[in-house]
């Protein structure tokens, strides 16, 4: 997927910045900053002075800064947020005075303290005793500065006991702590502060930010911070400024930049999307809590659990554990589960989770089966269940290694347990969006999944159960390149009915299939949904055994990743377009798949599509 990260303004700067009397400590005014990048290799001052000479010595522009303007008062904590590369790095530099910029100024009032570089200066053959003069020398300290205030230093970096050590035995955090401590020894006026708040252990990150927020509190001193640690900038810092590849995305308060931030920032997507997404997010619309609830674990087979804890499975049934590293037998297994009315559980290929094993014990079933042949799930998979259910436990093995086997197999287990239902499912291992967004179908209509063998080939095995007479519908995941015509001709000379479900992403797809789902018109009653289930195609995952509690709560998928503008806001747009019958959203995974600013945007869009529905009736 090609890069499309947009770097216009979204905001200007707010009008109370304009009336704050309060001198002015750094002016940053049109910066930009140009670097000249050679187009070829020289490996030598003969084949530089040869190209010049030839005049063939060409550059490539590159604008680390383009046009950048702000400004920092005193007593100001200023933030700069960016993804990596975006200038924030050149920006502090040239406020420090590392750096000439290539066009506009930068006015600096008072002496400054640059922490850019910890640690630049130490000779790691000298003891830490010797490198504190010296990295105080290099600093602009004296001798008799750092010989008053020695113990200060020792004391914060806490080397005591390591004091006459040479300094290449030191680990990076412990040369950090005394760079860092060496550093803040004086109160300057200005202090630059460049990522050096995630040096050392989680302890000593708290004292550094104890000794930047004193700084601040008792000295007023005025401080420029780069971070990735949003909620950080936020804490600590009254104004901000978002750079993105060089330009000014947003400045303003460090609350309202780090909350636009935290949903735009280093995002991929059209600049349609993100104002779409940006609206929205402006809007004053309140999200009640019951409307929004998230199950997740910390891991697929911890969330695994947690779906089927939802789902109200009585003990001593059956259980199925499927493989889940992948896939595709995930997703087949959610038809068998649906004849079997048993949960599906996750296994790693050598053994089975923590997490799967306690569910197990608190299940107790009489029964597990399990999805592939020993090299997918080994015998100590078996050894785990029997340890975890007990020695007289039956379990089962649906045998293949690939995809398609898995899910033949599976087929015909499945047609001993019970009756599948007319409907059957054909498509390609990969094909996982589509299946997830199909899975509470699957799960309703007892539908098996079958594979093709590879691209354009099915099975002899595959194309004769499909071609038995059992199906009166196919439905087909994938275009001709996956499954051929060809095939599909065969199956309706032997009157079977085939329709190809086909988007132009997996966000399309999905609300196709949503839309065919809910319609009817594939197998009975059509699925509702006024209960949403929000799932990530990037990070699948927590989706493998989600089609259980998707059947049962009668929810159907909505597919959405973050970081991808244009899924959010066709997620926006489709719940926008169900004029209010979307009434629940369950969100799989915990904050690393959405953050509660995710999940507040898409809530927002829920509410305004109910108090639009409730104004038009």
């Known amino acids: 997927m090609p890069e499309n990260v947009n770097t216009t ?13 309060r001198a002015t400590m750094v002016k940053v005014d049109h910066v930009s900053m140009i670097f000249n990048m050679a187009s070829e290799q020289l490996n030598s001052l003969k084949e530089y002075a040869i190209a010049l000479a030839r005049r063939e010595l060409r550059f490539k522009e590159f604008r680390a800064l383009d046009d950048v303007s702000f400004e920092v008062k005193k007593g100001d904590v200023f933030g700069i947020l960016g993804t990596n590369g975006s200038g924030k790095s050149t920006m502090l530099k040239i406020i420090a005075g590392v750096l000439e910029p290539t066009k ?8 400054i303290a640059p922490l850019i570089e910890l640690g630049a200066g130490f000779d790691l053959e000298l003891t830490a005793r010797e490198n504190i003069y010296l990295n105080g020398a290099l600093l602009g300290y004296s001798k008799k500065f750092i010989e008053q205030h020695f113990d200060e230093i020792v004391d914060f970096a806490e080397i005591e006991k390591f004091l006459d050590m040479p300094m290449k035995n030191y680990s990076s955090g412990m040369v950090a702590r005394i760079a860092f401590a060496i550093a803040t020894v004086i109160v300057p006026e200005i202090l630059i502060v460049d990522e050096v708040l995630s040096v050392g252990d989680f302890m000593f990150q708290q004292k550094c930010e104890r000794r930047i927020t004193q700084l601040i509190k008792e000295h007023d001193v005025t401080v420029l911070i780069v971070s990735h640690n949003n909620d950080q900038i936020e804490r600590l810092c009254n104004k901000a400024i978002w750079i993105e590849k060089g330009h000014t995305r947003m400045l303003g308060s460090a609350k309202d930049v780090c909350r636009v931030y935290r949903v735009l920032g280093g995002h991929v997507g059209s600049a349609e999307a993100e104002e779409h997404v940006f609206n929205l997010l402006n809007e004053d619309v309140t999200v009640p809590d019951d409307l929004i609830d998230v199950i997740g674990g910390e891991s697929r087979y911890g969330t695994a659990t947690r779906l089927v804890e939802k789902c109200g ?13 992948l896939a595709s037998p995930c997703m087949a297994a959610t038809g068998l589960s649906g004849v079997m009315d048993a949960p599906v559980l996750l296994t790693k290929p050598d053994g089975l989770p923590d997490v799967t094993a306690q569910a197990l014990s608190q299940l107790q079933p009489h029964r597990v089966v399990v999805l592939g042949s020993e090299d997918i799930a080994s015998e100590r998979v078996v050894e785990d269940v029997r340890e975890a259910c007990g020695p007289t436990i039956e379990v089962t093995r649906v045998e293949g290694r690939t995809a398609a086997e898995i899910a033949l197999s599976l087929y015909r287990f499945g047609q001993q347990q019970g009756h599948w239902g007319s409907t059957a499912i054909i498509t390609y291992d990969g094909c996982t969006g589509d299946l997830i967004s199909f899975s509470p179908y699957l799960f309703q209509k007892k539908v098996p999944v079958f594979f093709v063998a590879s691209n354009g080939v099915v ?13 009166s519908r196919l439905l087909v995941l994938g275009g001709s390149y996956h499954v051929p015509d060809a095939f599909l001709e065969a199956c309706e000379a032997r009157g079977v009915r085939t329709q190809r479900v086909c988007g132009n992403s997996a966000y399309h797809a999905n609300e196709l299939i949503n839309n065919l789902m809910t319609s009817g018109d594939i197998e009975g009653d059509g699925i509702s949904i006024d209960r949403l289930i929000v799932s990530s195609v990037w990070n699948p995952f927590d989706a493998f055994a989600g089609g259980a509690y998707a059947g049962k709560t009668n929810s159907a998928f909505l597919l959405a990743d973050p970081q991808n503008l244009d899924s959010v806001a066709h997620a926006l747009s489709y719940i926008e377009k169900k004029e209010g019958a979307v009434r629940h959203l369950t969100f799989l995974g915990g904050d690393t798949r959405f953050n509660k600013l995710d999940r507040q945007m898409l809530g927002k869009a829920v509410v305004k599509a109910m108090r639009a529905n409730q104004k038009d009736s």
């Open 313 to 325: 499975f009585a003990p001593g049934g059956s259980v199925i554990l499927a493989p889940g590293e």
């Open 459 to 471: 099975g002899d095995d595959t194309a004769q159960a499909l071609q038995s007479g059992q199906f």
């Open 104 to 111: 506009g100024t930068c006015s600096i009032h008072g002496n």
């Open 9 to 21: 303004p979204l905001a200007a700067q707010p009008p109370v910045f304009a009336d704050d009397n």
